[in-house]
């Protein structure tokens, strides 16, 4: 069992910054895939990001590429996704999940753990 809380978003103007953490509990941390999703209002949840349970791999889907950096630091049982040059495009809840099987997956049914989210809202 592993239990994600986030934190970190917050209203930033567009071309901000801000840093998401997810802290997870349990030993197995280190084990596990981590993604990040997000949600807007009437959309479906879909795929920002993925690191691998050692962090060597890193999986971003196009739109966010060169502004979200997701790493993680396994000592503090922490994932962070570093959001720059913010759009007002990325407002949504963003989450993060614990794959327990396989390679980091864009899909959000591999994923067997997630947070509450936290809401991130840029304005224009």
């Known amino acids: 069992q592993v239990q994600l809380v986030e934190s970190g978003g917050g209203l930033v103007q567009t071309g901000g910054s801000l840093r998401l953490s997810c802290a997870a509990s349990?030993?197995?941390?280190?084990?596990?895939?981590m993604g990040w999703f997000r949600q807007a209002p009437g959309k479906e949840r879909e795929f920002v990001a993925a690191?691998?349970?050692?962090?060597?791999?890193?999986y971003y889907t196009d739109s966010v590429k060169g502004r979200f950096t997701v790493s993680r630091d396994n000592a503090k049982n922490t994932v962070y996704l570093q959001m720059n040059s913010l759009k007002p495009e990325d407002t949504a809840v963003y989450y993060c999940?614990?794959?327990?099987?396989?390679?980091?997956?864009?899909?959000?049914?591999?994923?067997?753990?997630w947070g509450q989210g936290t809401q991130v809202t840029v304005s224009s």
């Open positions: 690191i691998s349970a050692g962090g060597l791999n890193t």
């Open positions: 349990g030993r197995t941390f280190s084990s596990y895939s």
């Open positions: 999940a614990a794959e327990a099987l396989g390679p980091c997956s864009f899909d959000r049914y591999e994923y067997d753990y």
